[in-house]
């Protein structure tokens, strides 16, 4: 596509094209408590937060806002009871979403109570001999990367809201853990998952790591270190280095003709791997916040804005409005196979609310540089 639109009008296109065609108790999988949802609504009030901050438009942000509500709404009954996955920790994820409504709801505890539904399954799921969380019970001594985002800025922010301290020591936990057992040393980026038991079939029976380094499940972790580090109230030296490092790696990895990221992300030489949007645009919003903690130098400016360009060159349009083509279905760890042939859509919300956040970021990012020039 060739119109010249900010990110945040890029951001808002996205918003509006998924809230035009579903609503919000029909976005896919309907009627679930459940991360694909999350993420895109997470992206949304992302956007709305953004707004309002600027002084945006009231009746859009009023929009969102009931957009929000109305998907919790239908799934959280007024004594704060619904129904989710006990046995993972996708299923904390959506949770990010009370904290605000919350806020908002004088003399109503419905949120506050699906909340403290949510922050008890720390207190319930299995765990590896280390303290780590199982991702799934499906998937014993399993840690993912996905799980950091999934559960740990859930528990950060209940921890801030509800005076909890003692969740930010775990959720430190469970990143070092992830970050000692799934950093790959040579090219500084994470493998998906991480096997205990070396039971699964793709466990490296020395590491128990998963054999590839799939772009979105290392998203997952840039987004979710970036946004620990928005909700601690001090700063952390390992978190910051963990950021920098990532965000050097992925500059590297960097497919130069587009400016995205391949779906396994360190083979792009090989014919049947390909270019991923969700994990481009995930890295983009990665590469935007290093910058601004200023972690990274002019070097990482030029690669998120040369991701942020390459995604709006591929969007498409339909009766229903935009469109971000290439994002991979749901995926469980595997080898290089799994991931290569796993199918890819468009439109799928992990890659729409993660084109959301990064265009929310990169408007900051943009800004932020004018000024300084």
Request: hydrophobic fraction near 40%.
């Amino acid at each position: 596509m060739t119109k010249k639109l900010s990110p945040l009008e890029w951001a808002r296109a996205a918003c509006d094209t998924l809230a035009g065609r579903y609503a919000p108790e029909e976005l896919p999988p309907a009627g679930r408590w459940h991360y694909h949802q999350g993420v895109f609504l997470c992206a949304m009030e992302m956007l709305l937060v953004r707004e309002q901050d600027a002084g945006g438009a009231k009746e859009r942000c009023e929009r969102y806002n009931a957009y929000i509500k109305r998907y919790v709404d239908k799934l959280v009954d007024v004594n704060g009871n619904f129904d989710f996955a006990r046995d993972q920790l996708d299923a904390i994820q959506p949770g990010l979403l009370l904290f605000r409504l919350d806020k908002q709801a004088v003399g109503d505890l419905r949120y506050q109570k699906a909340a403290d539904k949510l922050r008890g399954l720390f207190g319930t799921l299995h765990q590896t001999s280390e303290g780590g969380f199982f991702h799934k019970d499906k998937y014993p001594y399993n840690m993912w990367l996905d799980g950091l985002y999934m559960g740990g800025v859930f528990a950060l922010k209940y921890a801030n809201a509800y005076d909890e301290d003692g969740l930010r020591a775990m959720v430190l936990q469970q990143e070092a853990l992830m970050r000692f057992h799934a950093r790959d040393q040579e090219t500084g980026l994470f493998y998906h998952a991480w096997d205990e038991s070396g039971r699964m079939p793709w466990a490296d029976e020395v590491t128990g790591c998963s054999p590839e380094l799939w772009g979105r499940a290392i998203g997952w972790y840039g987004l979710a270190v970036a946004q620990f580090m928005d909700e601690l109230p001090e700063s952390h030296a390992h978190l910051e280095a963990s950021l920098a490092e990532l965000a050097q790696s992925l500059i590297r990895y960097q497919d130069a003709p587009s400016g995205l990221w391949y779906q396994v992300v360190d083979k792009g030489h090989l014919a049947d791997n390909w270019l991923e949007t969700s994990c481009s645009c995930l890295f983009v919003y990665t590469l935007a916040k290093a910058y601004k903690r200023g972690l990274i130098g002019e070097e990482g400016v030029a690669a998120a804005r040369r991701g942020y360009e390459g995604l709006i060159a591929i969007l498409k349009q339909d009766e229903h409005g935009l469109l971000l083509p290439d994002i991979c279905i749901g995926t469980s760890a595997g080898d290089y196979e799994h991931y290569s042939t796993r199918p890819r859509i468009s439109n799928d919300l992990h890659g729409v609310g993660a084109f959301i956040m990064a265009c929310v970021e990169m408007e900051g990012l943009l800004e932020g540089v004018q000024k300084v020039h």
